[in-house]
């Protein structure tokens, strides 16, 4: 990647603080998932029981025979991005633990699309002109279903000048989406292919990463990896720091033994030049990067995490891309996070 290139994809990570993931790249892929085109690849639509909204879930199973125990699964929050992404780096890997990657993401119809649109949007800002509402919705509602509850003064806090303020109803769902994982897509995956309920792995980048943190502190037990990639904990004050304690208490009791990876790109803190038709006040922009702290902030969890005495099969690493920007670390996360909870795991005979 050139450093122009980095510079430009660099400046979505201070969008995507002030709205709370709801920017994108303009190297990021079309929303559609792929699922379409790639060998040996299901998907199915379902309205959930547990919040009512609907999702649409991609799954790819290996070519080979389950073992024993069934297979690995590696379930993967933003789907729509990251699900082809994360089959392929399986597939190119050997699928040592002959995995089943599960996308998470939402319909493409337009009726759901113009639904969130006008349910979920604030005024569109400047970066979105041009986007195509296949692109722009899964923004808006992954804003909601990956973000801990927040006030309106609160949000008002962590938003930008010139740019939409979101309101307390369109955040808030993480607790419910966690669910709709556990109760409603595991047990349609597992419908699909024998799964391994003891070796499955959550994967989530950004407020994804946040969703994922939050995960591990609250169901420590419900994954056995926890990838973690520039995880939003500054969100609402770093709220998600709130259950930290419990976590910890879980670990050093041996309680709960999982393993996580928590990756950062390396300019995910640096300041990057915005243009001036988003109109954005640069040194406001600057300053609320430097705030989120977002590399400080992962290093120092790594820290906390890994100073834990837990039972063996607890694990805590980290690592920061160097020259990587926060809308590019994802694909570094994958392709180090998968070998990171798979490639011990020899597939039985």
């Known amino acids: ?76 929050i933003d789907g729509y991005w990251y699900f082809a992404s994360a089959t392929e780096v399986v597939r190119v890997l050997g699928n040592p633990a002959n995995v089943v990657v599960v996308g998470i993401g939402y319909p493409e119809d337009a009726a759901y699309l113009e639904h969130v649109r006008t349910e979920r949007a604030p005024v569109m800002p400047a970066y979105f002109n041009g986007m195509p509402l296949v692109r722009s919705a899964p923004f808006l509602e992954r804003t909601y279903d990956l973000t801990l509850p927040a006030s309106d003064k609160d949000l008002a806090a ?132 430097r705030k989120s702290r977002m590399v400080e902030n992962a290093g120092e969890l790594v820290t906390r995490l890994g100073l834990l005495h837990g039972k063996p099969g607890y694990r805590v690493e980290g690592v920061v891309f160097a020259k990587e920007s926060h809308s590019a670390s994802p694909w570094a996360a994958l392709s180090r996070g998968i070998p990171f909870a798979f490639a011990d795991d020899a597939p039985e005979k």
């Open 1 to 76: 990647m050139t450093k122009h290139l980095r510079a430009r994809v660099g400046l979505i990570a201070v969008m995507l603080l002030a709205l709370g993931g709801a920017a994108a790249s303009p190297g990021q892929p079309p929303a559609s998932s792929g699922a379409e085109t790639i060998p040996n690849t299901r998907s199915f639509e379902f309205v959930s029981k547990v919040n009512g909204h609907r999702y649409r879930i991609c799954v790819a199973l290996p070519f080979t025979a389950a073992p024993r125990k069934g297979y690995a699964a590696l379930y993967v």
């Open 158 to 289: 962590q938003t930008l000048p010139g740019t939409p303020r979101d309101t307390s109803r369109n955040v808030g769902g993480v607790d419910d989406f966690l669910k709709v994982i556990e109760t409603e897509v595991k047990p349609r995956v597992a419908a699909m292919a024998p799964i391994d309920a003891t070796n499955q792995a959550l994967f989530g980048h950004s407020l994804g990463g946040l969703a994922t943190l939050h995960a591990l502190f609250v169901e420590p037990k419900a994954f056995r990896t926890f990838l973690i990639a520039s995880p939003s904990i500054w969100w609402n004050n770093k709220e998600v720091l709130a259950d930290e304690g419990r976590f910890a208490a879980a670990v050093t009791s041996g309680e709960a033994a999982p393993r996580a990876l928590v990756t950062v790109g390396g300019e995910e803190s640096t300041p990057q030049k915005l243009p001036a038709s988003w109109g954005i006040d640069q040194k406001a922009a600057d300053a609320s990067l």
